[in-house]
Antibody
Framework: EVQLEESGGNLVQPGGSLRLSCAAS????????MSWVRQAPGKGLEWVSL????????YYSDSVKGRFTIYRDSSRNTVYLQMNSLRAEDTAVYYCAKDGVVRGVFDSWGQGTLVTVSS | DIVMTQSPDSLAVSLGERASINCESS????????????LAWYQQKPGQPPKLLIYWASTRESGVPDRFSGSGSGTGFTLTISSLQAEDVAVYYCQQYYDSRRTFGQGTKVEIK
């Protein structure tokens, strides 16, 4: 059974940094791209970042490019999101999502971790 | 980026009636190499992460009831719930995966009338 468990969410001041983690199990980690998707309170889903299974490609939404970095540790089956220069508008539940056999389709999701950016 | 626009933002349907949600993409998500539409649909219930319903615009994920169906091609798509059940109350999202920078529609809330 695929399991994705996010952690690292917290209250942080504007301009601060935070690192999110997503521990994966139940599948061959290196075979699948992993993404971060966020959802601001009461709002819709926003794709944030993606890293390929091979770790050779990464992509970011315009709203986070230059501030956030995605990376993976295959020895720990974990994907991370390093978030710097945080802004109030980054406040959201951050979900980790796994690509399915069909690349680009999110077939498994974690329960999410809440990031609140506020002074 | 490919912009996804859903309509309506919300709809109320009686139990057992049909619900239809539209999704429009700012550019075609139909691949000429494999003739597939790179469009998925998700269901999100309150307090839960999204759940994959449909991919390739019309292929149901394993375990998804057959009252859910997807149609459309190019830039216009529809998710149809043929006979709304109480457990279908949720927000539904379309998502394109034609571009590596994936994007979602803004969501459509489905309620019981």
């Amino acid at each position: 059974e695929v399991q994705l468990e996010e952690s690292g969410g917290n209250l942080v001041q504007p301009g601060g940094s935070l690192r999110l983690s997503c521990a994966a199990s139940g599948f061959t980690f290196g075979n699948y791209a992993m993404s971060w998707v966020r959802q601001a309170p009461g709002k819709g889903l926003e794709w944030v970042s993606l890293m390929s299974g091979s770790e050779t490609m990464s992509y970011y939404s315009d709203s986070v490019k230059g501030r956030f970095t995605i990376y993976r540790d295959s020895s720990r089956n974990t994907v991370y999101l390093q978030m710097n220069s945080l802004r109030a508008e980054d406040t959201a539940v951050y979900y980790c999502a796994k690509d399915g056999v069909v690349r680009g389709v999110f077939d498994s999701w974690g329960q999410g971790t809440l990031v609140t950016v506020s002074s | 980026d490919i912009v996804m626009t859903q309509s309506p933002d919300s709809l109320a349907v009686s139990l057992g009636e049909r619900a239809s949600i539209n999704c429009e993409s700012s550019q075609s998500v139909l691949s000429t190499s494999n003739n597939k539409n790179y469009l998925a649909w998700y269901q999100q219930k309150p307090g839960q992460p999204p759940k994959l319903l449909i991919y390739w615009a019309s292929t149901r994920e394993s375990g998804v009831p057959d009252r859910f169906s997807g149609s459309g091609s190019g830039t216009g798509f529809t998710l149809t719930i043929s006979s709304l059940q109480a457990e279908d109350v949720a927000v539904y999202y379309c998502q394109q995966y034609y571009d590596s920078r994936r994007t979602f529609g803004q969501g459509t809330k489905v309620e019981i009338k």
